[in-house]
């Protein structure tokens, strides 16, 4: 058995601070809460009261049975998994997996108070937090304090590293737009291009339709260009953004870090310092309404932002 008790500090180097008012809290203190792994050892009385029959297609299956994870109605399998709880004699976490295409991942509280067992609250997880002590450090911060804000920023790093890995910038092979590249286009991309690659003839690749959602709802397309005959020089991603054909915000963040590399007015320590907290500035998804399909798993092991080679030559350095 687990138990979740507060540590005030993570490293020497990382100064501990009071709760932050805009920390979350659960409404029940989760600290003395010990973990368990079985619906065996809950409460009866919050057994009752989630109402789900062990093991029946309505209730939820033990943790190393086997479920109906798609969620096929035939299946005599239960649509519910149990993954974890939590437990003392004041507070109750449950956290499941329901069936479905994806599968979802789902948190359940209940807090005794004096007239018994209550339902304290219920909450939508994704996969990454559907574990006790990252379900307890997103959603009751405030008491774990400076390991669960370290812990928060440190796995919104690797996702927004994962998505740098995902979408860097590369000749794309489709799906192509129907509509060819129009003559209005090549010079709009050509006067793009001018103060990078001044008098050259480019090479623009073949249209294709969608954007990666960092590149906002107005992106519609993209393209890659070149200059023609010139093996040296790299190619720049240029997106079509509300009607227009742009340096696309994907593309000038690499731009900006091969600024960095190349920085010789920079320290070592500064460039590294620089290159390493980068990756703050990478954009973020806005509601997208055309975007690029994803053919890969954003969950996907992708290396760390240090580890991928900074390789392309800013080609509108002055």
């Not at 994870?69 to 239960?78: I, N, R």
């Not at 990252?134 to 400076?146: L, P, S, V």
């Not at 500035?281 to 760390?304: G, I, N, W, Y």
């Amino acid at each position: 058995m687990r138990h979740f008790f507060f540590v005030s500090c993570v490293f020497p180097l990382l100064f501990c601070t009071a709760a932050l008012a805009a920390d979350p809290q659960l409404p029940f203190d989760s600290r003395p809460l010990v973990e368990v792994h079985s619906l065996e050892s809950i409460p009866k009385d919050v057994i009752r009261l989630i109402g789900w029959p062990v093991g029946t297609p309505d209730g939820i299956a033990e943790n190393r049975d086997k479920f109906n994870w798609t969620g096929t109605p035939e299946s005599s399998l239960s649509r519910r998994l149990f993954m974890a709880a939590a437990v003392d004699s004041a507070a109750v976490v449950l956290i499941y997996q329901q069936a479905g295409r994806p599968s979802t991942y789902h948190a359940l509280g209940y807090m005794m108070t004096g007239s018994g067992w209550r339902k304290a609250g219920e909450w939508n997880l994704d996969p990454d937090s559907a574990r006790l002590r990252d379900f307890f450090y997103e959603f009751d911060t405030a008491r774990y304090g400076d390991i669960a804000r370290y812990h928060l920023e440190e796995k919104r790093r690797h996702r927004v590293e994962q998505r740098i890995f995902l979408t860097r910038p590369t000749p794309r092979v489709g799906p192509l737009r129907e509509a060819n590249l129009s003559d209005n286009e090549a010079r709009e991309i050509k006067s793009v291009m001018a103060h990078a690659y001044p008098g050259a003839i480019l090479s623009i690749s073949g249209v294709v339709s969608g954007c990666p959602c960092e590149e906002g709802p107005f992106c519609s397309s993209q393209a890659w260009v070149v200059p023609e005959d010139d093996v040296t020089t790299p190619g720049v991603l240029l997106s079509r953004i509300d009607a227009h054909w742009a340096v696309g915000l994907i593309q000038k963040w690499w731009l900006d870090r091969a600024k960095l590399a190349a920085d010789s007015r920079l320290t070592r320590r500064q460039q590294a310092d620089a290159l390493d907290s980068q990756w703050k500035s990478f954009p973020v998804c806005a509601q997208a309404t055309r975007s690029m399909p994803e053919t890969k798993d954003t969950r996907l092991s992708a290396p760390m932002l240090d580890e991928i080679p900074v390789s392309i030559p800013d080609p509108f350095k002055p």
